[in-house]
């Protein structure tokens, strides 16, 4: 579904919210959902009649985001792009990010994912396709949102939205560091776009960093 030009909602992706963002140079996906999600994704890039997919870029490495990287790589040759700081998460079978560590003992197979090595290591201030890298640390140490000055930013779960544009703080529970988390969100509410895809829950297609700083500012000792 495009949500706005350029920018479609794969829905029925299993585990989180799956971007595909068109541009003339470098389609993107953003974030894959859980494990068997890849066909999916590549047959909706396909009816579109996108030739090639450049990018898969991981907005953080919980498996519900990450799982399907590997085998959407496989089926489109497209690179897989994450923060330095989680790149060991996807190459080691021992270890798996918080809060998956616990949860996936008590549901088996949620950690279930193909390993695989990242393509690229992203920093602050990186730029794939026409969006600027934006470290926002605390869901996860190395959770990013993706950013185009004055227009848009993909968020992953560095807060969460819902009905009627309604904005939340990140959610405590699967949150690494919330001090951290929450001053990231201070960190987006100074930029400045329109619309604001996140990771879980429905987009906000407009006036989206104001609506995120009047959410900011209702907040006890949360200056913007």
Request: hydrophobic share 40%; charged share 20%; proline share 7%.
């Amino acid at each position: 579904m495009e949500v706005i030009p350029g920018i479609h909602w794969i829905r029925g992706v299993i585990g989180c919210n799956c971007w595909l963002v068109v541009e003339p140079e470098s389609s993107i996906v953003i974030d894959t959902g859980l494990l068997g999600n890849a066909r999916r994704i590549d047959n909706y890039a396909k009816k579109l009649g996108v030739s090639k997919i450049s990018y898969i870029i991981l907005t953080h490495t919980d498996i519900d985001h990450a799982g399907s990287a590997s085998e959407l790589r496989e089926l489109t040759g497209a690179k897989i792009a994450v923060h330095n700081i989680e790149a060991h998460y996807m190459t080691t079978r021992t270890e798996l990010p918080f809060p998956f560590r616990w949860i996936s003992r008590l549901i088996p197979g949620l950690g279930r994912f193909a390993r695989f090595k990242p393509d690229i290591l992203l920093n602050e201030f990186d730029q794939v396709g026409s969006f600027q890298v934006v470290h926002t640390p605390g869901h996860t140490s190395g959770s990013i949102c993706l950013w185009k000055p004055g227009e848009i930013i993909f968020t992953g779960d560095a807060l969460r939205t819902h009905a009627r544009d309604r904005l939340m703080t990140p959610s405590r529970p699967t949150a690494i560091d919330m001090p951290r988390a929450m001053d990231s969100m201070k960190k987006i509410a100074r930029l400045d776009f329109n619309s604001l895809f996140g990771g879980h829950g429905p987009p906000v297609i407009s006036d989206a960093s104001a609506k995120l700083r009047d959410m900011m500012a209702m907040l006890p000792c949360s200056p913007v």
